[in-house]
């Protein structure tokens, strides 16, 4: 099967959906795709239904949390998962540290590959009070992934290049306890000033072998490159 994971660049709602990319994001031919930074408002039904017209008709999105006393109670972006193959929801333990991160969280299954993808976005904190929980729970839930076929996918927001990138020493101890990443050779976000950082990843377990991985952009929909690879069991 294919697998994709694609930033929509919703900014928290700041820019519109642009029906386009799910046009763009049917182009990839991926069995699965995990959309992060999604902010659905008025138009998430016409989204799911080009979706679910072109055969991805399997369509899971993550909850949104109760508010948290104290903490940025904004609509946060969310995780879409829109695959042609079954999904079932995974059971998360999701921590209650911020409002923000349990919804750029969505687990699931597909039952017929015994397949667990946990679609994920890292939220770009400005303090090490919220990164530092929340790549604790990643390498936490990593861990108890790693005995079965598993994938994690998504907007880590952290450079492989990048010794100093914050959460970088938990993301070098889940390569270093079973999981391997998928390299496209090529970076996923285009930020200002031709910046350039590979920051969207797959993961996966040694159940799994990943290949062919390749970036797709498109610069008049998203600031990031959908990133594609196959996934063998």
């Given at each position: 099967m294919y697998i994709a994971t694609w930033n929509l660049n919703h900014q928290g709602g700041t820019r519109p959906v642009l029906m386009?990319?799910?046009?763009?994001?049917?182009?990839?031919?991926?069995?699965?795709?995990?959309?992060?930074?999604f902010f659905p408002r008025q138009h998430e039904a016409q989204f799911r239904a080009t979706l679910a017209n072109a055969g991805w008709t399997e369509q899971l999105i993550s909850a949104l949390p109760c508010?948290?006393?104290?903490?940025?109670?904004?609509?946060?972006?969310?995780?879409?998962?829109?695959?042609?193959?079954?999904?079932?929801?995974?059971?998360?333990?999701?921590?209650?540290?911020?409002?923000?991160?349990?919804?750029?969280?969505?687990?699931?299954?597909l039952p017929a590959l015994g397949l667990s993808v946990l679609g994920v976005r890292v939220p770009a904190y400005n303090t090490g009070r919220l990164l530092f929980p929340a790549w604790q729970w990643i390498e936490e839930t990593a861990a108890s992934l790693r005995s079965s076929p598993a994938i994690i996918i998504g907007d880590?927001?952290?450079q492989v290049s990048s010794a100093r990138s914050r959460g970088g020493d938990h993301f070098r101890?889940?390569?270093?306890?079973?999981?391997?990443?998928?390299?496209p050779g090529g970076a996923t976000f285009f930020g200002y000033k031709g910046k350039r950082s590979e920051i969207d990843h797959v993961l996966a377990t040694i159940h799994c072998v990943i290949s062919d991985a390749v970036c797709v952009r498109h610069n008049a929909i998203s600031d990031h490159a959908a990133l594609v690879c196959r996934v063998e069991l």
């Open positions: 386009e990319a799910a046009d763009a994001a049917i182009a990839l031919r991926a069995d699965v795709l995990v959309f992060t930074e508010e948290i006393a104290g903490q940025d109670n904004r609509e946060p972006n969310r995780i879409f998962i829109a695959s042609k193959l079954p999904l079932a929801p995974m059971t998360l333990d999701l921590v209650p540290f911020d409002r923000q991160f349990p919804a750029n969280l969505l687990g699931v299954t880590l927001n952290i101890r889940i390569l270093a306890n079973g999981w391997h990443r998928a390299e």
